[in-house]
């Protein structure tokens, strides 16, 4: 089915586009990978993720999310942050990039217990997203898809994350439809070939269900509405340049006291992302892909 956002392109030349953010995303996630370790500043890895986009001839979808321990999904650093990582920490690196619009998005777990202490919550998240990819192909029902999430998690003896989903990718859309939860659901959404989707396993030694943790750095416009205060507009002019995608508040050039964000999400003119903890205070384990469905299968773009 053809996005509205996509103009006059051919679906092929679409699907190549996804293909090539998502082989660029694949690079800067190993890359990613082998910096991250005891020691090293949080922001140092947000920042060479977002900057290695650009180098590579893509864009940041999304700011890079790095999210430790209990802390599931929506943390990333903020300005000036001297957060470093810690022995024993459990670190989810989910990023994204796009190449004019079209989005491939990934995600891994990085152990750093050194002594393979978060191994087996890890492997959970890994496994349940080997299961699920391969019963993708046209016509598969999300709720399979979802029931094979729940399976594989459960039984390693970790819970699934009731509230966090897989989800759809479009032009200029990270979390299209469908949702892809990590258990079954009773649902009417059908996967066809050419679809794009991330899907998305969480899994936790808590009690499976995560909460807003307070802390926003991560926002998105919502809905451009007039505003009176000059400061204000001057930023608005700044973040339209995201052309809807999620910004860092370090992203942004032009000053702005953090009233002025959280006056333009009281009016809904942007969406605030707060941090997402395991509401058990549980260990959390991410992985993810994008794929492009097939008519027999899918393609793996972000692998």
Request: glycine share 8%; hydrophobic share 40%; proline share 5%.
């Amino acid at each position: 089915m053809r996005d509205e956002n996509e103009g006059e392109e051919s679906r092929e030349e679409i699907l190549e586009k996804y293909r090539f953010a998502g082989r660029i995303l694949a690079e800067i996630r190993e890359e990613a990978i082998k910096r991250t370790d005891v020691g090293v500043p949080h922001i140092e890895i947000a920042e060479f993720v977002e900057r290695r986009a650009r180098d590579k001839g893509a864009a940041p979808a999304f700011p890079c999310n790095i999210s430790v321990n209990e802390e599931a999904s929506h943390a990333t650093p903020s300005a000036g942050d001297e957060t470093v990582f810690k022995e024993g920490d459990i670190v989810k690196l989910d990023m994204g990039v796009h190449i004019d619009g079209y989005i491939a998005d990934t995600a891994v777990t990085v152990d750093l217990s050194g002594d393979g202490k978060h191994e087996s919550l890890i492997n959970a998240a890994e496994v349940a997203l080997r299961d699920a990819i391969a019963v993708v192909r046209d016509g598969v029902r999300v709720e399979k898809i979802s029931e094979v999430i729940e399976h594989a998690i459960k039984n390693a003896g970790f819970k699934p994350i009731v509230n966090l989903t897989g989800h759809g990718l479009r032009r200029f859309n990270p979390h299209a439809p469908p949702s892809i939860p990590n258990i079954r659901h009773q649902g009417s959404a059908v996967l066809r070939e050419g679809d794009v989707v991330a899907i998305e396993p969480f899994a936790t030694d808590g009690i499976g269900r995560v909460s807003e943790g307070g802390k926003v750095e991560i926002y998105r416009l919502e809905n451009l509405k007039p505003v009176r205060l000059q400061s204000a507009r001057r930023l608005l002019t700044e973040i339209m340049e995201f052309q809807g995608l999620p910004f860092a508040k370090r992203w942004l050039k032009t000053p702005h006291p953090d009233g002025i964000l959280r006056m333009l999400v009281r009016d809904g003119i942007l969406h605030a992302y707060p941090v997402l903890r395991e509401e058990g205070r549980g260990r959390v384990s991410q992985a993810e892909h994008t794929i492009i469905v097939l008519d027999d299968g899918c393609e793996i773009i972000t692998e």
